[in-house]
Each structure stands twice: as structure tokens, then as C-alpha cells.
């Protein structure tokens, strides 16, 4: 396929796709963030009691610690929340295929946590700010 015709799809997708608005599962959704706190809760309490004080770096790694673990299916479930509830205004402004909430989520599916947001990153703010029309998969 030439590069022209190849713009038109994406020019044709960017304006006629039809826009995923998925069912978010709060219930898992709670679930996940009510065990990441509690995670967190559990190894800052493990570490008073084996220290007997509370290290402010402590409480910064067992933040951290389980974010390692839940980053993806956070970083999903957001992305998903973003989908249902969006205006169509606001997701129709993309000029890329995939879209770039469908990209993100691609990326998250495809690596960790923290290279899937910094390619989202890259492409919310640099691929699709760029004037045309773009096809890019993570």
C-alpha cells in the first residue's frame, strides 16, 4: 500500500472509528486499589514492628513496592475509565491509529508498567501533536 492511501485509512479511522466505551468492574477495581493500600499498610506496620520506629523511606518503598506489582492493571483499569467516560469531542481529536487511549492500552498489555507510560507519554505528546496523520502501534 502506498504512503498516500495509507493516510487516507488513517485520516478514515481518526474520523470514523467506533469508540470503545467499555463496562468498568468497580468491584475489581476496588479490590485492587483497597489491596495495594492495605499491601502498603502491611509492609509499613512489618517494619515498626521489626524496628521499632517509623522511617519516612520506609513508608516511600512500601508505596512504591506494591506499585511494581498493580502498575498494569492500574494503568488499564484508568485507561479504561477514561474510555467510558470521555466526551466523544475530546477522544475524536487524535489523528493516530490506534487512538492514543487504544495505544496506551496496547502498551500496558504489551510491557511493564513503567515503558508502557513513557510510550504513552511519548505518543500522547509527541506523535499525535504532530500535524496529520499518523499509524503507530507500541
Not at 513508608?59 to 477514561?82: C, F, Q, R, T, W
Request: glycine share 2%; hydrophobic share 45%.
Amino acid at each position: 500500500m502506498n504512503q498516500s492511501a495509507e493516510l487516507q485509512q488513517v485520516k478514515e479511522y481518526c474520523y470514523n472509528h467506533k469508540l470503545v466505551r467499555p463496562k468498568i468492574n468497580w468491584p475489581k477495581f476496588i479490590l485492587v486499589v483497597t489491596s495495594y493500600f492495605m499491601l502498603s499498610a502491611l509492609l509499613v506496620t512489618a517494619s515498626v514492628l521489626l524496628t521499632g520506629h517509623l522511617f519516612l523511606w520506609v513508608v516511600d518503598v512500601s508505596l512504591v513496592l506494591p506499585l511494581l506489582a498493580y502498575g498494569n492493571v492500574l494503568g488499564i483499569v484508568l485507561i479504561e475509565i477514561y474510555q467510558r467516560y470521555a466526551s466523544e469531542r475530546v477522544r475524536r481529536q487524535c489523528s493516530c491509529q490506534p487512538s492514543c487511549s487504544e495505544y496506551a492500552t496496547l502498551a500496558f498489555r504489551k510491557y511493564y508498567w513503567m515503558k508502557a507510560l513513557y510510550l504513552t507519554w511519548r505518543r500522547v505528546f509527541f506523535t499525535c501533536a504532530k500535524p496529520g496523520y499518523h499509524l503507530d502501534y507500541p
